[in-house]
């Protein structure tokens, strides 16, 4: 199966920042790589799909970029609704196999 | 609206075996790829299982195969999950999700091997 490896494992950063998280597959995934963002309690959102997608009603301030096997997503301003733990997915081939994950939190 | 409701989650003594259902609404159910994904408590997410529309193919990482069946009864709209075998690394929220790469996902329910 293809392995994910996803950095920062832990992120701070300040209200406005422009925070960039990065997922490494084992092989290449085709882009084939979408973006999760998961709040306390609640089930996995959709941010990303297909590496640079954005799904319907998400804010523009999310955006995906990468190819082959290296793939980032990027919050252009970092707002306080943003706190949250991201993880990325690759659904290229086989079971998915998923980042382990960024807990984004503010300074 | 899509909606997808998960039940059958509980407390099961390990070795035993457990089935969960998901309840699908509001799209045409036949026509989407199915998955189960957990996430055990504080930890990250696993995929469980993959099954195809026709149901004809499915897809489980190595940590469960053999010991878990993904299944659907798309007359019914809804998906299951055989969990036989369970080991206390079992222990997780069990979501049903929508698609292979999911935009709708369940709420989750809460599965507890432990003796």
């Known amino acids: 199966d293809i392995q994910m490896t996803q950095s920062p494992s832990f992120l701070s950063a300040t209200v406005g920042d422009r925070v960039t998280i990065n997922c490494k597959a084992s092989?290449?995934?085709?882009?084939?790589l979408n973006w999760y963002q998961q709040k306390l309690g609640e089930a996995p959102k959709r941010l990303i799909y297909n590496t640079n997608s954005l799904q319907t009603g998400i804010p523009s301030r999310f955006s995906g970029s990468g190819s082959g096997t290296d793939y980032t997503l990027t919050i252009s301003s970092l707002q306080p609704e943003d706190v949250a733990t991201y993880f990325c997915?690759?659904?290229?081939?086989?079971?998915?196999?998923f980042g382990g994950g960024t807990k984004l939190e503010l300074k | 609206e899509v909606q997808l409701v998960e039940s059958g989650g509980g407390l099961v003594q390990p070795g035993r075996s457990l089935k969960l259902s998901c309840a699908a609404s509001g799209f045409t159910f036949s026509n989407y790829y199915m998955a189960w994904v957990r996430q055990a408590p504080k930890k990250g997410l696993e995929w469980v299982a993959t099954i195809s529309t026709s149901g004809s193919r499915t897809y489980y990482p190595d940590s469960v195969k053999g010991r878990f069946t993904i299944s659907r009864d798309n007359a019914k709209s809804s998906l299951y999950l055989q969990m036989n075998s369970l080991k206390s690394e079992d222990t997780a929220t069990y979501y049903c999700?929508?698609?292979?790469?999911?935009?709708?996902w369940g709420q989750g329910v809460m599965v507890t091997v432990s003796s």
């Open positions: 999700a929508r698609d292979r790469g999911p935009d709708y």
């Open positions: 092989q290449n995934i085709n882009k084939y």
């Open positions: 997915l690759q659904h290229n081939s086989g079971p998915g196999t």
